[in-house]
């Protein structure tokens, strides 16, 4: 780049991300505040260049704001240990793999709702409808009805701790 004198404008439009997030960034103190000007304006130079973009990368896979602020601090104190990085990646792999999880199990409760409408009350009217008697159920996705756990499943609507919508 070799630039030391880039606006914030010119920065955000070199990196792919918006003013309002370099202005974060500093504020949070993930980006050092940039040299201003006799104006008032922000300047950057190279090495914000780099550490924005870092950060942004960071960013694009989805590392939270603490696990960014250590990995720029293990980029910019390169005699550190990479076992310290690979830990910190670790630790954000295994959060992805738990939130796939949770996604999967979210999918099979609604292919149940899909599959159970299809099956029982599909043509019918809203207020017959078994993804609407499921969702008006207290019982939670894994409750021992399985998913859904509500009138759809066999569990008759009078079942303490099921809640009829009530239409007007």
Do not use: W
Not at 9 to 25: D, H, N, S
Not at 138 to 159: E, H, I, K
């Amino acid at each position: 780049m070799k630039d030391d004198n880039l606006s914030i404008g010119a920065l955000a439009k070199q990196v792919q991300c918006t003013v309002p997030t370099i202005r974060y960034y500093e504020e949070i103190g993930l980006l050092p505040h940039a040299t201003r000007a006799a104006n008032g304006r922000r300047y950057y130079g190279d090495a914000d260049h780099m550490r924005l973009l870092f950060i942004k990368r960071c960013r694009d896979f989805g590392f939270p704001i603490e696990q960014v602020r250590n990995l720029v601090s293990l980029f910019e104190e390169g005699d550190r240990s990479c076992v310290e990085v690979r830990d910190v990646a670790q630790e954000h792999l295994s959060a992805v793999r738990a939130k796939i999880a949770e996604f999967r199990q979210l999918e099979a409760s609604l292919v149940a709702f899909v599959d159970s409408c299809n099956t029982a009350c599909c043509g019918g009217t809203a207020k017959d409808c078994t993804i609407i008697e499921d969702l008006s159920s207290t019982a939670g996705p894994a409750s021992a009805a399985g998913c859904g756990g509500g009138a759809s499943m066999g569990v008759p609507a009078d079942t303490p701790g099921f809640i009829s919508l009530k239409r007007r």
